[in-house]
């Protein structure tokens, strides 16, 4: 027996079906879901999100979802902070918190209660950084980054400046590498009573779902989503903006290539970002994982739910 908090985490990369089998064991082991979503906070944004529909929560409780607007900024400290007190309130309510999304990230600061020290006394450094980046392309300050902190750089897109710059600037402050601190503090216990999951799939038909998911959001209107969040004021430069799908379609309005072109590249960069997201889960702790190749949902969830009884996660 154990004191410590249960936590469900069901995980896995875009487009693997995380979505329906997260509905159907909250249903089961009766959970309210949390999303570990870096995007699906954003109101406005539903089609490029691939955010649930209302009717497909199948009266399940979601949480994290539509919280924030689209000019707001959202990162890995107000995720922890908003999770942490909806955990507890789920408990509270005689349910289990479960986890599910694709940020991995977001999913690790949680669960090993990781800390943010916030280095905010050189903002001069912080500037100097941002004005190279727009003067010599993200490309060139993500450079900067593989020279000073390769581990960090394999983890992080090229066109995430703010993390490369909080990277950058943490180095620069403190005379550590970055990817050192994160190693340390995913060493430090959980705080919960946990058991933590990853779906995957053969890659062909892991990125066939991810180009089906792509033609779909075409078809559903992203381009008009795109138009709308534009007119409503949000611009290229916000996080929100920063995300697949919305980046590739404001470059195709912007007149720097073609819609075809637009939706190849949002297919090639979903496929690389799938590949990053596997690679990441490959390096967590105490996963258990299960190939949708060569196990039936029902097998997945029959299993799922004796491995949670096996932990006493309740």
Same mark, same amino acid.
Request: charged share 30%.
């Given at each position: 027996?154990?004191?410590?908090?249960?936590? /469900?985490?069901?995980?896995?990369?875009?487009?693997?079906?995380?979505?329906?089998?997260?509905?159907?064991?909250?249903?089961?082991?009766?959970?309210?879901?949390?999303?570990?979503?870096?995007?699906?906070?954003?109101?406005?944004?539903?089609?490029? @999100?691939?955010?649930?529909?209302?009717?497909?929560?199948?009266?399940?409780?979601?949480?994290?979802?539509?919280?924030?607007?689209?000019?707001?900024?959202?990162?890995?400290?107000?995720?922890?902070?908003?999770?942490?007190?909806?955990?507890?309130?789920?408990? &509270?309510?005689?349910?289990?918190?479960? /986890?599910?999304?694709?940020?991995?990230?977001?999913?690790?600061?949680?669960?090993?209660?990781?800390?943010?020290?916030?280095?905010?006394?050189?903002?001069?450094?912080?500037?100097?950084?941002?004005?190279?980046?727009?003067?010599?392309?993200?490309?060139?300050?993500?450079?900067?980054?593989?020279?000073?902190?390769?581990?960090?750089?394999?983890?992080?897109?090229?066109?995430?400046?703010?993390?490369?710059?909080?990277?950058?600037?943490?180095?620069?402050?403190?005379?550590?590498?970055?990817?050192?601190?994160?190693?340390? &503090?995913?060493?430090?216990?959980?705080?919960?009573?946990?058991?933590?999951?990853?779906?995957?799939?053969?890659?062909?038909?892991?990125?066939?779902?991810?180009?089906?998911?792509?033609?779909?959001?075409?078809?559903?209107?992203?381009? &008009?989503?795109?138009?709308?969040?534009?007119?409503?004021?949000?611009?290229?430069?916000?996080?929100?903006?920063?995300?697949?799908?919305?980046?590739?379609?404001?470059?195709?309005?912007?007149?720097?290539?073609?819609?075809?072109?637009?939706? &190849?590249?949002?297919?090639? !960069?979903?496929?690389?970002?799938?590949?990053?997201?596997?690679?990441?889960?490959?390096?967590?702790?105490? @996963?258990?994982?299960?190939?949708?190749?060569?196990?039936?949902? !029902?097998?997945?969830?029959?299993?799922?739910?004796?491995?949670?009884? !096996?932990?006493?996660?309740?």
């Amino acid at each position: 027996m154990t004191n410590k908090k249960p936590l /469900i985490i069901l995980t896995g990369p875009t487009a693997v079906g995380k979505t329906a089998l997260s509905i159907r064991l909250a249903k089961t082991i009766n959970a309210e879901i949390i999303s570990a979503d870096s995007m699906q906070v954003y109101k406005k944004m539903n089609i490029g @999100t691939a955010k649930i529909k209302s009717e497909e929560m199948d009266g399940v409780t979601h949480h994290m979802i539509d919280i924030l607007d689209p000019k707001e900024e959202f990162n890995v400290v107000m995720f922890k902070q908003i999770a942490k007190q909806l955990i507890d309130e789920i408990i &509270e309510r005689g349910h289990i918190p479960l /986890i599910t999304g694709g940020t991995g990230f977001y999913i690790q600061a949680l669960l090993r209660d990781i800390e943010f020290t916030e280095h905010t006394g050189d903002t001069l450094y912080r500037e100097q950084l941002t004005d190279y980046a727009l003067k010599h392309g993200n490309e060139a300050l993500y450079k900067k980054l593989e020279i000073t902190d390769p581990d960090y750089a394999a983890q992080v897109h090229s066109n995430n400046i703010k993390r490369i710059i909080r990277a950058l600037e943490y180095h620069h402050q403190t005379g550590e590498l970055f990817s050192i601190h994160n190693k340390r &503090e995913a060493a430090r216990k959980s705080p919960y009573n946990y058991a933590y999951f990853v779906l995957t799939n053969e890659r062909d038909t892991l990125y066939s779902n991810i180009d089906k998911r792509v033609d779909i959001m075409i078809k559903e209107g992203l381009v &008009e989503e795109v138009k709308d969040l534009i007119d409503y004021g949000c611009t290229k430069d916000m996080i929100s903006m920063q995300g697949l799908g919305y980046k590739e379609i404001i470059r195709y309005l912007e007149g720097e290539y073609s819609l075809d072109d637009a939706i &190849e590249i949002l297919k090639k !960069e979903t496929r690389h970002f799938a590949k990053r997201q596997l690679t990441w889960f490959k390096r967590e702790k105490d @996963t258990i994982w299960y190939d949708k190749s060569l196990l039936t949902e !029902e097998t997945i969830i029959n299993n799922i739910i004796d491995k949670i009884k !096996e932990l006493e996660i309740k």
